[in-house]
């Protein structure tokens, strides 16, 4: 008991909490955040202790110039406000190499972003695309973390392969992105030991997960993670992000607590989840986001889905189920309609 005790102590500043609400979240609320909500976020959650935040559109750097989904304020408005509003805090953005490049990342560390987060799907074509980008931003002098997303459509020891990779970029982190939220707490395990395993006495290189919610697992696994040894973890307050939302922050720093934890007040947090993310909230959530969390699948295919049920009056659900069956990374709307087709018997 007192050794176990002991041990958390001496663990407990050596993971970072990311609170990602202004960017997961904008996803939830239709890239809306004004600058006023990025100040006033930023400043409350600096006053709750939280120490590292990813702001910006939900699809990272360059989106509002180079694609048809808008967000409220250009890229250097939100780093410049939260710039301004934080004290010490950390500013990061995402980057997807199939959107940014490298004119955005030269724009956003004039504003004063500090960390960038490239976002490769899980396999080494995408890897090795954003390798560029990770090590131009390196050299530019950023704290870099390549976030794997769909993390669960490949092994624990393939994703390590992946990071190996990653890792001759010069990143300083790769975090483990479920961002389908379809991980159980051992799995997460899992994907971590296969992670630090791979990285054993060979380099500093961090490693992070990212949950979303679509079990009600995204504490659970951030838990899991944190007692595997992740280094960074992803949350949003109320858990507003993208499809099911993420880790609610106020709730995993009480959690943390509870095991001895201190990544910041809860109660401080939780009053800030209430003022600024209370109305927004309920707008993310959806009753197909269960589906998704038990198949595998990222939201961001939906549409396809949607409109191949339609055509072939189907549960989209039980069409969710059966595409994942098959395949969870590279979904095509060619693919999506000949399951939809095999499964109404024509
Ligand atoms: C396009 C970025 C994406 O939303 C990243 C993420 O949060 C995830 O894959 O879960």
Known sequence: MTSNRKRRKDMSNNFELIDVTLRDGSNAVNYQF???DTENIVKGLEKGGIRWMEIGHGLGLGATERTAIKALHSDEEYIASARIAAKEMKIGCFFLHTIGDKSDIDKAIDCGLDFLRVGPNAN???IRESGKYIE????????????IRKAYA???DELARQAKVVQAYGTDAVIIMDSAGTLLPNQTKEYIYAMKDQMRGCTAMKVGYHAHDNLSLAVACSLAAVEAGADYIDSCLKGLGRSAGNAPTEILTAALKRIGYDKGDFLILQDIAEEYIGRKASESLESISLSFGYAGFHSAFYEMIEKAAKDYHLDPRALV??????????LTEKMIGDVAKKMSGF
């Open 124 to 126: 080494m074509e995408e």
């Open 136 to 147: 131009y931003a390196k050299s530019k002098g950023l704290i870099v973390h390549c976030c």
């Open 321 to 330: 189920l059966e595409t994942c069956r098959r395949e969870r990374l590279n």
């Open 154 to 156: 490949v092994t624990p």
């Open 34 to 36: 004004s600058v006023e």
